[in-house]
């Protein structure tokens, strides 16, 4: 029998295949990335959770937190290529 872990390894391969191809392929690349990337912070939350603080803090805040601080680089870096085109 296929464990759990096994099949959503093999889906994160096929989703990070599929976006190669669409990333070359399409002008929304940059939406696509956004996506893979929240969805790999929600997935990896538990196992940091369970890793560095012993269950001490919920997943759901350690990936609140990641992903806040994602989309602020985010935002920080598009502010600073912004300002200096102008």
């Not at 990333?23 to 560095?52: A, C, F, N, V």
């Amino acid at each position: 029998m296929i464990s759990f872990e096994l099949i959503k390894i093999i889906i994160g391969v096929i989703a990070l295949a599929y976006y190669l191809y669409l990333s070359s392929s399409s002008k929304q690349y940059l939406r696509i990335r956004d996506l893979l990337i929240i969805g790999l912070i929600l997935w990896i939350s538990p196992i940091i959770s369970e890793m560095i603080w012993q269950n001490e803090l919920h997943p759901m805040q350690i990936s609140g937190v990641l992903v806040f601080i994602y989309a602020w680089g985010i935002f920080i870096v598009e502010k600073f290529f912004e300002g200096l085109k102008s």
